[in-house]
């Protein structure tokens, strides 16, 4: 199922976010179909256990535009920041961010969890997960930054956590 998309603004990168609900029949191989044709793509696959379904009114997608922002007339930056408002205690804030070829820096408290590259010389997809715990009700910080100015593309959500015992 789609949880959120984001093209970059300038429309050289993109990230799309979708979630997988069940318990997997065993280990194997993820595969997608692209509607149409990448000069370089990567996929991550992340696994979350015992944890609630996405809320899609608790995502949100950016670029160097802003919030859901526009394919086109952007610039390349070397930092994001938002607010994923209304999050959550013990939850988790997933962010993944989309640059072409650039490492990626997660924001304080975020853990990274994969940072993948592939492609050569212009055309370098990348694409970095990393996650962050909540643990006070309201918005919570999306945020992160790049080695270099890139052109940019950020999906964050929220995933509920099973409650702690106190």
Same mark, same amino acid.
């Given at each position: ?42 996929? &991550? ?14 995502? %949100? ?21 938002? +607010? ?42 990348? %694409?970095?997960? +990393? ?8 918005? $919570? ?5 790049? &080695? ?7 999906? +964050?959500?929220?995933? $509920? ?6």
């Amino acid at each position: 199922t789609p949880v959120g998309a984001q093209c970059s603004g300038r429309s050289q990168t993109g990230v799309a976010v979708w979630q997988a609900r069940g318990q997997p029949s065993g280990d194997g191989v993820v595969t997608a179909s692209l509607s149409s044709a990448a000069l370089s793509a990567v996929i &991550a696959v992340s696994r979350y256990v015992g944890v609630g379904e996405v809320d899609p009114l608790r995502s %949100l997608s950016a670029n160097s535009r802003g919030l859901a922002g526009a394919c086109s007339g952007g610039g390349d930056g070397d930092a994001y920041a938002f +607010a994923l408002d209304g999050a959550a205690p013990d939850s988790l804030v997933v962010v993944a961010a989309a640059a072409r070829g650039q490492d990626h820096a997660p924001g304080p408290g975020y853990q990274e969890q994969v940072q993948i590259f592939t492609g050569g010389g212009g055309d370098v997809a990348g %694409l970095s997960v +990393a996650d962050l715990r909540v643990v006070a009700p309201g918005p $919570a910080p999306v945020q992160g930054g790049f &080695a270099a100015d890139v052109d940019w593309s950020v999906v +964050a959500l929220e995933i $509920a956590l099973p409650l702690l015992a106190p």
